[in-house]
């Protein structure tokens, strides 16, 4: 077993708070989504206005969208303007030919199996950034976009209506919308397989404790058992 | 009778009383949504206007619209609105025919250039020269076209001349186009639904006569008046939706209960109309009322989001009986299958790295 060389504190406070903000909230909002879409628990009994079962369902969906797409700007602003080197978006830049270099082909090949020893990240490799970009960032804007959108539809003419009326006719009709919406909440399960399988792989292969860091914070540089 | 009568005249002419001119007005005035403060206005214009000349075109369609329109709620009211809007041509409910009703819309044309109102009902095959909908002698492309160009504003009468409804469903054989994609640079207001409901129709060209201009439109180009909620929303049902009471099938108690159709893949929730306001036949029914899930027929391509009786439409391009789910569920199986097989590698790998250094 290879010796503890280095504690590395890698997620602040404020990372982790959001990341388990948003794995409940996606979790809840996933569930509640489903169950929206097919409501398939036996009725109440009793007359109907007394009762809200299928309401609290929609009611709990769009509570914790709102903390969802609370939790997302909070994080988005966190990226954008703290210090927190392994937080911020500075080293992110997909659209310069440079990102797409040596690191970004090295990790893919290593994936791949295609290099012997593994790239070692303290934060978010490249793949790993670009993944989080594409399922956490652009599928939460989806989400957050189409939910509001679908949210304002309850009332015409309202706030919501006006600041997010215009995606229901870039998606054609109501019924796209929603469709779109329910296609692509399937990013979540999907991304967390991912997600899950590249932390405990890489927990095992690196020994880095990346699976606990995300409650302690720290990450663990462990000698290399080859070399010791 | 005199070429250019009034409403109030024709009232007059039918042998009404004032006080049914007056309740024909604030009734009208109402459904349009307007302030009670405009119902002067309302009055004034059915006084004074002359009537608006209207030449109504049929293209490709079922005549749906029009068998709607002629049933609008009060007969005595239809019939009023038939002589009000002086309806100048219209091939299916004119007595000329032929050359001689062509002749018509040419001298309605001409006389009135720039203050008719053009009333489209049905869609516009495009494929082939427009030869799958002749009008005429003429392809009906060219008559909406020619028809249009000296036009004050246009009426896309329903589902298909609003947003193409089954003509342009998937593969769309005779690409048929609705007539925004025709027409360009006048005023459309689309009055969708397959039919639209009568009120909703006498209720636009009211409005249309009486400002002079369309009434207030959604995103979509329809009257906000009557397309700005949804079914779902108004609909009677809806406290069953909230409680949760769906019916599961035909044949079962609740349907029988009348709860709430959602899981029946009723598309109340997404469709734009006033079904559960005005309803339909004088507020008989509509077809929620009457026990069936609401199809949508008033949505941009219904047609392909089939089936009518499941929530989830299937994804037409993977073939039926795939939908958002099965593709999602696909997705995420794959995604475990490829962890699973990933795993199995680095397993093999770090054994054999592991051989390789013991040696």
Not at chain 1, 44 to 70: D, K, L, Q, S
Not at chain 2, 193 to 216: D, N, Q, R, S
Not at chain 2, 242 to 258: L, P
Request: positive net charge.
């Amino acid at each position: 077993m290879g010796r503890l060389i280095e504690e590395i504190y890698v997620w602040r406070l404020p990372v982790r708070l959001y990341h388990w903000i948003n794995a409940f909230s996606i979790a809840a909002l996933m569930i509640t989504g489903l169950y929206i879409a097919s409501p398939v628990l036996n009725p109440p009994h009793g007359e109907a206005v007394w009762r809200h079962n299928f309401a609290m369902w929609r009611y709990v969906h769009f509570g914790v969208a709102f903390i969802f797409t609370g939790n997302f700007l909070y994080r988005l602003y966190y990226a954008l303007f703290s210090d927190d080197r392994y937080a911020r978006f500075g080293g992110f830049r997909p659209w310069s030919p440079k990102w797409w270099g040596k690191p970004f082909k090295e990790q893919v090949a290593s994936y791949l199996f295609l290099r012997k020893d593994e790239p070692n990240y303290v934060g978010h490799n490249p793949v790993a950034a670009l993944a989080h970009f594409i399922f956490i960032f652009c599928g939460s804007t989806f989400m957050i976009v189409t939910g509001l959108a679908m949210f304002a539809e309850n009332r015409p003419g309202g706030f919501l209506d006006a600041a997010f009326g215009w995606v229901l006719p870039l998606f054609g009709s109501s019924y796209n919308l929603h469709y779109a919406h329910h296609i692509v909440a399937w990013i979540f399960p999907f991304y967390l397989i991912v997600h899950l399988y590249a932390v405990f792989r890489h927990d095992i292969v690196d020994r880095t404790s990346v699976t606990s860091s995300i409650i302690t914070g720290y990450k663990h540089k462990v000698e290399d058992e080859a070399a010791a | 009778m005199p070429d250019k009568q009034t409403y109030a005249e024709v009232f007059q002419s039918r042998g009404l009383s004032r006080r049914d001119f007056l309740k024909f007005c604030s009734l009208t005035s109402v459904s349009l949504g307007l302030a009670p403060s405009l119902l002067p206005k309302v009055v004034h214009a059915m006084e004074t206007k002359p009537r608006t000349p209207v030449i109504w075109l049929h293209g490709l369609e079922c005549t749906c619209c029009t068998e709607s329109f002629i049933r609008s709620s009060h007969p005595i009211v239809a019939d009023v609105i038939m002589n009000m809007i002086s309806l100048d041509y219209d091939d299916t409910l004119s007595a000329a025919a032929g050359h001689q009703l062509e002749e018509v819309r040419r001298k309605i044309m001409k006389e009135y250039k720039g203050q008719y109102i053009l009333a489209v009902e049905g869609n516009v095959p495009t494929k082939d020269d427009g030869v799958y909908c002749m009008v005429g002698g003429d392809s009906f492309l060219n008559v909406v076209k020619e028809t249009a160009a000296d036009a004050a504003a246009v009426i896309a009468w329903g589902a298909c001349a609003s947003f193409g409804c089954v003509q342009n469903a998937d593969p769309n054989p005779t690409g048929a186009q609705p007539i925004d994609k025709i027409i360009s640079g006048k005023p459309i207001v689309k009055v969708p639904g397959c039919p639209p409901i009568a009120e909703v129709m006498t209720g636009v060209i009211t409005y249309v006569h009486t400002f002079g201009k369309l009434p207030e439109l959604d995103r979509l180009g329809r009257p906000k008046a009557f397309y700005s909620t949804r079914i779902h929303d108004k609909c009677y049902r809806r406290a069953f939706y909230d409680a949760g009471m769906f019916v599961r099938g035909f044949d079962e108690e609740s349907a029988k209960k009348g709860w709430c159709l959602y899981k029946m893949g009723c598309k109340g929730p997404t469709t734009y109309n006033s079904c559960s306001k005005i309803q339909w036949n004088a507020g008989t029914s509509f077809p929620i009322g009457s026990g069936h899930p609401c199809i949508g027929c008033s949505e941009p391509n219904f047609w392909d989001k089939g089936p009518f009786y499941t929530r989830l439409a299937d994804v037409s391009f993977l073939g039926t009986d795939t939908n958002a789910d099965k593709i999602g569920v696909v997705a995420v199986g794959a995604a475990a299958a490829g962890a699973a097989a990933h795993a199995a590698v680095t397993a093999m790998k770090k054994k054999h790295h592991d051989e390789a250094s013991e040696k």
